[in-house]
């Protein structure tokens, strides 16, 4: 990973969960007495598939003790070892794992069944039924976009687009004063798989999701217009810039970069889909917890505002909403351990 990028990704990485305290409604589980530094996390059937940043490991636990029933991966260039942290999905009869361009599969209890590599380089990457979904950036008109597109896989280890599901404008890197003007919340389109269905939104354009099947056609589409784009507030941008002025890497980011923040917040931090319903989590604070808006993803009908944490300490990818429960890390600052707590959304 080249300086400029690194210093970035520090950056980001201290400043995207900020703010917060604890919330109503939350439970400790456990300590997660294996785990230096949480990376992805996601809960099914009453067991635990997590990832470790520092070490990128990838463990099976069990939920009520969080003992570890079975190492999954290590760090390492042979069998069942990624060179980076890999992340995690969960099939309804298999567990997929991938890591700079190679996909590992388990299953649901953990047992290894088969890996494979792939030629084409890419960000995201998960299952579709018995094809797959890349998220990738290209250049077009001198421009770059993240491309979202299905794939089908053959025994030459590489890749054979089947459609283009999505593109979205990245945005530019522009100069000031002789560096680059970074916003630090950046606007974004990702993807999630669940039931065979592909979700993906895009916070560029507000609340919107869309919703593809196996073969990728588009099932649904929802667009909750009636939330109007919230202005960054000064309190916000004050709080905010406090925090990146704390990690350590800020004097060398500001060697490169402008650390700007937009004059109004993404759609959504990030979204969750559990069974019917589609969290899409905001940047709005609400005392010590953070926003959430959901809607019914089969009718594309909003159904209420709720609430979940906002943690100041979040080291973690995407955080799980299962069986309206919320899964999250958090660091105990006494004994420098990271914990796993549950809050209901209610």
């Known amino acids: 990973m080249k300086k400029k990028t690194l210093i970035c990704v520090c950056i980001l990485m201290i400043v995207l969960g900020i703010l917060s305290g604890d919330s109503l409604f939350a439970t400790k ?51 069942i070892e990624t060179q980076f942290m890999p992340m995690i999905t969960v099939y309804s009869d298999y567990v997929f794992l991938y890591s700079n361009e190679k996909a590992i599969y388990f299953s649901r209890d953990g047992n290894y069944l088969k890996e494979f590599r792939i030629k084409k380089k890419g960000n995201w990457f998960m299952a579709l039924g018995e094809n797959f979904v890349l998220e990738t950036t290209i250049a077009k008109n001198q421009e770059r976009w993240t491309d979202i597109s299905l794939y089908s896989y053959s025994n030459e280890m590489d890749l054979s687009a ?18 680059f003007n970074l916003y630090l919340l950046k606007e974004y389109a990702r993807y999630t798989v669940q039931d065979n269905k ?57 060697k490169i970069y402008n650390l700007l923040l937009p004059e109004y917040f993404p759609g959504f931090y990030y979204f969750v889909v559990d069974k019917e319903r589609v969290y899409f989590i905001t940047y ?15 009718n594309g009908k909003f159904i209420k505002k709720t609430e979940i944490p906002w943690i100041i300490n979040e080291s973690s990818y995407l955080l799980p909403i299962v069986d309206g429960k919320f899964y999250y890390p958090l660091e105990n600052e006494e004994t420098e351990e990271w914990e796993l707590h549950v809050a209901e959304v209610k």
């Open 29 to 79: 589980l456990g300590t997660l007495k294996d785990i230096a530094i949480p990376g992805y996390i996601t809960v099914s059937n009453g067991q635990l598939y997590i990832t470790d940043q520092k070490t990128d490991k990838s463990f099976l636990m069990n939920l009520t003790d969080l003992k570890i029933i079975k190492q999954l991966t290590q760090r390492g260039s042979g069998p």
């Open 162 to 179: 089947l459609k283009n599901l999505y593109l979205s404008k990245n945005s530019q890197l522009t100069k000031s004063n002789g560096k």
């Open 284 to 298: 709005n604070r609400k005392g010590n917890n953070r926003e959430v808006i959901v809607a019914d993803w089969r």
């Open 198 to 254: 592909l979700f993906l939104g895009d916070s560029s354009r507000g609340l919107y999701l869309e919703v593809f099947n196996t073969k990728g056609d588009k099932i649904n589409k929802i667009h909750l217009k009636q939330f109007e784009k919230q202005k960054v507030s000064e309190q916000f941008k004050n709080d905010y810039m406090k925090l990146v002025k704390s990690s350590p890497n800020y004097e060398a980011a500001t």
